[in-house]
């Protein structure tokens, strides 16, 4: 039953050629095009080219180093492989619980309230955390800024418009959430898509922002970076989050994935957890 | 085959054990994971498909009821010996070279995340012949071709009897996919596993010729 012996060398020498195939594609997008892998999750990028090869038709993944150095369409769709741009409104409701019980109070506690969306892919977050704070009053005072590296997604987040096929589930999100009104306040539904409230889009701002490279844009009240630091090695987690520490304000808030944490970052002394359910944190006076 | 042969008594072979399970899993690793002393020689990665809004519950219950640790699993931790990595509800786990843990919430495969198949692929990868996958019972077909690749780079494939699943498609569909060294009914795979990743038992499945002793 076993795998014969030559034939297990032979696989360990494909997979010894397509580590170093990797880190060359990967050298090469950052020389070409500034865009940097090199410190993402290993396991996640080579998943994430394995499919796209898979899906290209190219031979091996060199023949798809050299056709990305001299074509950029080519590029732009092995970028949006390699960004996970998986989204949804009111993802994770008890986060948005939590949010309302018990960071809506930090909040209202300051006349101008800023929040940074980073990685925010297609949006649909910042239109939810706009809904929810603004039925919790605090509508006037609020300024989003949604960032993430990928030009596409940015310009269907400033569009504002969601799947027909999604409503089913987000307003079932949003009831969860402990959403005051009806969800079908804040949409028009066209044939197989539905618009959301162009209110909510006066407070947003989108712009292209690299968390590898790019630097801090301003004071924050609130910070939310969630699903985007799970990519990341140890190294550049720790930069992304000093970077986050040095855009809050005094008292601002963090806000990360469900399954991020800050366990491993050497400032995970300069924040307080607020809630323990959460991975929701604030940096210290 | 003969000639190879030799078993190496003093070293286990095996780093890791991947494990996929799915519908009628509760009784499954219940049935598996008591058994397993907390001095268990090696990591178990595992995915069990479930309710995407389901808490840690199955991970505290099954905990209370194991020698060896059982968590879920959290990105960047390290995986280590005596422990049952869980993937959490709605993230993939993958294993990164180091050992750490990853998680990702790509898009579904098999309609699942986590999913099998990924876990698979990535533990084939970073343990490659010194793998073990275990597919346990299950309704559909995912961890199949992570199945198959565990197979192509060397790795053991253990399966549960379908006779003896709740549900005998994921077997099944792991037996026609892909060559299996052992199928196992449920109530023997706790020893099964013991033995074979004992460093004094005698490896009798496989043999552990690599490529440096040609
Ligand atoms: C899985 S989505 C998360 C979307 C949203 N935050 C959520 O949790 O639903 C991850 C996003 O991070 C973005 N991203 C990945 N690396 C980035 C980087 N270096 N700088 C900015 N954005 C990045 C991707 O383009 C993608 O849109």
């Not at chain 1, 919790?136 to 960032?147: A, D, H, K, P, V």
């Not at chain 2, 793998?131 to 309704?139: D, F, P, Q, R, S």
């Not at chain 2, 109530?187 to 099964?192: L, R, V």
């Amino acid at each position: 039953m076993d795998v014969p012996v030559t034939k297990r060398c032979a696989v360990t020498s494909r997979r010894e050629t397509e580590k170093i195939e990797i880190q060359l594609l990967l050298e090469a997008i950052f020389l070409r095009y500034g865009y940097d892998f090199r410190q993402y999750s290993k396991a996640h990028i080579r998943r994430r080219i394995r499919r796209h090869l898979e899906l290209s038709n190219m031979e091996n993944i060199s023949a798809m180093q050299h056709r990305l150095l001299t074509d950029y369409d080519f590029f732009q769709m092995l970028l949006y492989d390699l960004s996970i741009n998986i989204t949804e409104m009111f993802r994770n409701p008890s986060f948005y619980l939590v949010i309302r019980k018990h960071v809506v109070p930090v909040l209202a506690t300051h006349p101008f309230i800023k929040i940074w969306h980073a990685g925010c892919a297609t949006g649909e977050e910042l239109y939810s955390m706009a809904i929810l704070l603004k039925e919790e009053g605090l509508f006037s005072r609020l300024q989003f800024y949604g960032t993430d590296f990928n030009d596409l997604v940015l310009q269907k987040a400033k569009e504002g418009i969601i799947p027909a096929k999604a409503i089913q589930e987000y307003t079932r999100n949003y009831q969860q959430s402990g959403g005051t009104h009806s969800f079908s306040d804040y949409y028009t539904a066209r044939y197989e898509r539905a618009l959301l409230a162009a209110e909510l889009k006066k407070k947003m701002l989108f712009a292209n922002h690299n968390l590898v490279v790019d630097q801090v844009f301003g004071e924050m009240q609130m910070i939310v970076c969630r699903n985007v630091l799970i990519y990341f090695g140890k190294e550049l987690q720790d930069r992304v989050i000093r970077l986050f520490y040095d855009s809050l304000c005094r008292g601002g808030i963090l806000c990360l994935g469900s399954r991020e944490s800050l366990r491993f970052s050497s400032l995970h002394d300069s924040f307080k957890q607020l809630v323990e359910t959460e991975q929701i944190y604030q940096k210290k006076y | 085959m003969a000639q190879h042969h030799t078993p190496h008594p003093q070293k286990t072979h095996y780093q890791a054990i991947a494990m996929g399970v799915s519908f009628g899993g509760l009784h499954s690793l219940q049935t598996i994971l008591p058994k397993l002393p907390a001095t268990f020689p090696v990591p178990i990665m595992a995915v069990q498909h479930h309710d995407p809004n389901g808490d840690d519950f199955l991970a505290r219950h099954l905990n209370s009821l194991c020698a060896v640790r059982v968590k879920v699993a959290e990105e960047k931790e390290t995986a280590t010996a005596g422990t049952v990595y869980l993937a959490p509800a709605n993230y993939h786990l993958l294993v990164e070279d180091d050992h750490t843990l990853s998680l990702s919430s790509d898009e579904k495969v098999n309609f699942s995340r986590p999913s099998i198949d990924v876990l698979f692929e990535s533990c084939a990868d970073v343990y490659g012949e010194s793998l073990i996958g275990v597919i346990l019972t299950g309704a559909n077909s995912d961890g199949s071709k992570g199945m198959q690749m565990i197979k192509e780079v060397g790795g053991l494939s253990v399966v549960q009897d379908p006779q003896t699943a709740e549900a005998a498609t994921m077997p099944e569909s792991a037996i026609a996919a892909t060559e299996i060294d052992h199928i196992l009914p449920l109530t023997e795979i706790a020893a099964f596993l013991l033995t074979i990743v004992n460093p004094a038992a005698k490896n009798t499945s496989k043999t552990n010729t690599s490529c440096d002793t040609l």
